[in-house]
Structures are given as C-alpha cells and as structure tokens.
C-alpha cells in the first residue's frame, strides 16, 4: 500500500512563493509517474507532472511560475511554486501512477491547501 502526504500549503500574499511537498511511503515510488492537481470550487485542474524519467509537463495556467521536481532518494515530489495569483487559490493533492504488467495503480494524498490573498 502507498500513502502520499502533502505539506507545505499555507496563506500567501499575491506574487509570494510556496513549495509544496509530497512524500510516498512505499518501494514504487521511483517508478511512478508524480503528478499535482488542484480542486478550487466547481473546478479541479492537474496543474503539473513529472514522469518516471524526469520528463515534467504543465498546465498553461501555472508554466512559467511553477516548478516540479523529484527526489527518488527521499521519495517525495515537490512542487516549487512562484508569483502566486488568487486565482491559484485552491487545494492541492498530489498523485501517484504506477503501471506494471498487472495494471496501472493510482494513489492520492489527501491535500494541502493554498490561500493566495493580501
């Protein structure tokens, strides 16, 4: 069983910074695609991802501003975020893909929320 824990959200002022963290409990966690979505009210969106290999995608909303990484050593995927808009206001949860010959497995954290506002 694999259980993703996120930290780092928290109140900020319009155009600060946040780095999300999520940590995976578990031995797939290097072989798992790692991505972040984000649930505002009537609107949830996947904000960025970072694949197995290291390759990293982003939402339109967020590119430029937004960083995603992973650490395979410490089993978390962190999410670097900067020039924060209200619009960016929402919960965030990370989330883990695993794929092997049985199928493809999908785990969720349990959120974290982020308040852009002055």
């Known amino acids: 069983q694999v259980q993703l824990v996120e930290s780092g959200g928290g109140l900020v002022q319009p155009g600060g910074s946040l780095r999300l963290s999520c940590a995976a409990s578990?031995?797939?966690?290097?072989?798992?695609?790692m991505t972040w979505h984000r649930q505002a009210p009537g609107q949830r969106e996947l904000v960025a991802g970072i694949?197995?290999?290291?390759?990293?995608n982003y939402a339109d909303s967020v590119k430029g501003r937004f960083t995603i990484s992973r650490d395979n050593a410490k089993n978390t995927v962190y999410l670097q975020m900067n020039s924060l808009k209200p619009e960016d206001t929402a919960v965030y949860y990370c989330?883990?893909?695993?794929?092997?010959?049985?199928?493809?497995?999908?785990?969720w954290g349990q959120g974290t929320q982020v308040t852009v506002s002055s």
């Open positions: 694949g197995s290999g290291g390759t990293t």
């Open positions: 989330h883990a893909r695993y794929s092997s010959w049985l199928g493809a497995f999908d785990y």
């Open positions: 578990g031995n797939i966690f290097s072989r798992s695609d």
